[in-house]
């Protein structure tokens, strides 16, 4: 096993990352729910703008690394509330995908 599945299984084990793959099934129907409502409600098609489909994911996966210990979160600088780094283990594992060419 290389280090990008070392990675996965590692992220996989997260509580953020089984929250976010049981999301995977349940947030289709929150949107198809929405889009019927709406629809009913106006007899008209729904406009994207008023569908809530962005920030989870990116910030879902950005938890998934900070529970996984791979980055951690420092104070911001002048223009954010926080910064990121990543730790020695995600470093490691950084490196060894990157010589392994799996990202």
């Given at each position: 096993m290389g280090a990008y599945d070392d990675f996965v299984d590692l992220i996989r084990q997260t509580e953020t990352m089984q929250a976010l793959l049981r999301n995977l099934e349940s947030e289709p129907a929150k949107i198809l729910a929405a889009i019927c409502r709406e629809h009913e409600m106006t007899g008209k098609d729904v406009p994207d703008h008023h569908l809530n489909l962005a920030g989870y994911f990116g910030?879902?996966?950005l938890r998934a690394l900070l529970s996984a210990d791979l980055v951690a979160r420092v104070?911001?600088?002048r223009c954010a509330l926080?910064?990121?780094?990543?730790t020695k283990q995600g470093?490691?594992?950084?490196?060894?995908?990157?010589k392994e060419k799996t990202i």
């Open positions: 910030e879902a996966m104070p911001g600088d926080y910064g990121y780094r990543p470093l490691k594992l950084y490196q060894a995908m990157r």
